[in-house]
């Protein structure tokens, strides 16, 4: 069965110049192959630099890449025009770290979860309100909370509507980059059992983007670290973390601040 | 003697409409010279107040209702500008959040370690630009020369954090508070930062309020631990012993939604963490009782209707709940 995603030797160059007519480039991505099963959850481990951002704006088809192909379902999605992009990227949808910054935040709740109808003419009014109101049942946020602006909600809340907002579409794919490292702890835990349900529920695939690995060791199947643009190491998650190959795995490793209840010490992997 | 100690601390914030929320209300502890003090708390939780309200730098709409805090014997709440305007980055240091706000964006690094050294003390130039150095050194091991000839754009983020450290220690300080200071930073930033604070201690002597939302920074670092909910200290204690066994509810219920260390059980993956429901209260709405009753899966009858004291629990460890009322 072919997997839902699978990128192969990605790579994106940007001029890194100061003048226009520099030939410096940055390498962002540096021949990045990876494969999600649908339905499963791979987490992109990395640090700042690493190109995980990059990555994720390739494989959502918000940036061209250099060479390389994003197939999805099977259709090189790198390799689409605008148009019959713009027809796959429903099927793709993002949720960024900061819900304060991707968030409108004079917008109401409502609105803000049925703007992806009007952007693609989906629905008449009424079916558009009943829509978004199902979407907000979904991520538990009250009906009552509808009307309120996004800068009334909590961070919490915030965050549900992210993604609440990306789930408007039904997409297949949800990437999620950093969408948990701006919470709170408890808050982290809320969002994390929602991410699970809704996958469980309904059968969405994740591409989780995290510097955290105790998080992604929660979530995921499966374990790609990313490293100055290539991924270094990858493989199922007990295998990555019971035995790391590659330095730059085991240093993120050693760095995530993990403590074991009983005794109460600081551990590192 | 404690270096510093807070009593009954109560403050609040008024919104233009007229009304008075109260973000911290009776918060007490101690500071004792050279020690670490963890204060954990989420977000609402009024751990960003308690940095600001212990140096007076509340904005225009905060005020200190009432309490003492004494450093160094006097306090600080009653000394006049010009001694507090010598205690904030003299006597006590203060490192921030976000440090690409925190410096200045066209002064050089070493200019601004200077500056907060020229503002404290006199100094020659010659011995300015020496002590400059060596601050600069003492949390740049390598490359400290030409991060003194940089300027913020050019650092990366724990680069510019190792430098508002060196301006919160710069005049020997007794105390830092640091608030979330390893937030915005990568893993193995984050690990070097709180290195470099364990260092600082052991070298300098130095007694820091490290605040935080996340109890695994505190494991390993702090000596003691304060949590704060709503406003008010819930449990205070030894770190070893208020995270491993942790004896008010909320605390216990914080760190139970930690993802569980992977090796001792495969199948925790993907499972449901355990979670506290609901959410934290609108502290202006003023309702009686203990804040953290609605979420509490051990709230008792008198738990709405009276806020609870605090009760010695063991060896200076305290908790404010009707659990362990006598």
Redesign the interface.
């Known amino acids: 069965m072919q997997p839902l995603l699978r990128v192969e030797n990605l790579v994106k160059l940007y001029a890194a110049g100061r003048s226009a007519s520099s030939k410096d480039k940055l390498t962002a991505l540096d021949g990045v192959s990876l494969s999600i099963p649908s339905g499963e ?1 791979l987490a992109l481990v990395g ?2 630099g690493s190109g995980k951002s990059t990555l994720a704006l390739c494989i959502a088809c918000l940036e061209p890449p250099t060479s390389g192909s994003v197939w999805f379902e099977g259709i090189d999605a790198a390799a689409l025009g605008e148009n019959q992009q713009c027809l796959l990227r429903p099927q793709i949808q993002l949720v960024f770290q900061d819900p304060a910054s991707s968030l409108n935040p004079r917008w109401t709740a409502l609105d803000i979860v049925s703007e992806p109808f009007l952007v693609q003419g989906r629905f008449t009014k009424p079916d558009r309100a009943v829509r978004a109101l199902q979407l907000l049942d979904l991520v538990a946020i009250p009906r009552k909370m509808a009307a309120r602006r996004a800068d009334e909600l ?4 915030k965050q549900r509507l992210a993604i609440a907002r990306a789930l408007a579409l039904e997409p297949k794919l949800l990437i999620l980059d950093e969408a948990l490292s701006a919470l ?7 969002i ?2 929602l991410l ?2 809704l996958q469980s529920s309904l059968g969405l695939t994740y591409l989780f983007i995290t ?5 992604a ?5 499966q374990i790609a670290v990313m490293y100055q643009g290539r991924i270094v190491e990858s493989g199922p ?2 295998k990555i ?2 035995s790391p190959n590659h330095e730059a795995t085991r ?2 490793m ?14 590192h992997f | 003697m404690p270096l510093l100690e807070v009593k009954n601390l109560h403050v609040s914030y008024s919104a233009r409409s007229g009304e008075v929320c109260p973000a911290l209300a009776g918060v007490n502890f101690d500071l004792g010279p050279g020690e670490i003090l963890g204060v954990l708390g989420e977000s609402g939780s009024g751990k960003s107040t308690l940095a600001a309200a212990l140096l007076r730098l509340l904005p225009s709409n905060g005020r200190i209702q009432k309490g003492l805090v004494l450093f160094e014997g006097k306090n600080l709440l009653e000394v006049s500008p010009q001694d507090l305007r010598k205690i904030r980055g003299g006597r006590i240091g203060l490192i921030f959040q976000e440090p690409s706000s925190s410096l200045h964006p066209t002064l050089q690094i070493g200019q601004q370690v200077s500056d907060v050294l020229a503002a404290h003390e006199y100094l020659a130039r010659r011995a300015l630009n020496e002590k400059t150095s060596q601050l600069l050194a003492s949390v740049f091991p390598v490359d400290a020369e030409r991060i003194s000839r940089s300027y913020p754009h050019e650092l990366s983020g724990g680069q510019r954090q190792r430098v508002l450290i060196a301006q919160a220690i710069a005049c020997g300080p007794s105390l830092v508070v640091a608030d979330e200071p390893t937030a915005s930073l990568d893993p193995t930033t984050q690990k070097e930062i709180l290195q470099l604070f364990g260092t600082l201690r052991q070298k300098l002597g130095l007694a820091m309020i490290l605040i935080t939302h996340n109890p695994a920074l505190l494991a390993g670092l702090a000596d003691r631990i304060l949590v704060l909910y709503a406003g008010r200290v819930a449990e205070i204690g030894p770190a070893a012993k208020v995270l491993s066994s942790a004896q008010h509810p909320y605390t216990a219920a914080l760190l139970r939604c930690l993802p569980t260390d992977f090796a001792e059980g495969q199948s925790a993956r993907k499972t449901r963490l355990p979670v506290i429901p609901g959410e934290p209260p609108d502290l202006s709405l003023h309702d009686r009782g203990c804040q953290f009753e609605p979420r509490c899966t051990e709230r008792m009858a008198v738990c709405q209707c009276d806020e609870p004291a605090v009760n010695a629990v063991g060896e200076l460890h305290e908790v404010s709940c009707f659990k362990f009322a006598g």
Do not use: K, W, Y
Not at chain 1, 211 to 215: K, N, Q, R, T
Not at chain 1, 217 to 221: L, R, V
């Open positions: 959850t640090e700042s909590s961070g919490g809340q709170d702890c408890s808050v982290q835990a809320q994390s059992n699970l349900d510097h955290d690995f105790a998080i060791a929660h979530m995921a199947d998650s007990e973390l019971s240093s993120l050693a760095a995530t601040p993990r403590f074991i209840e009983t005794p109460g010490v600081l551990v």
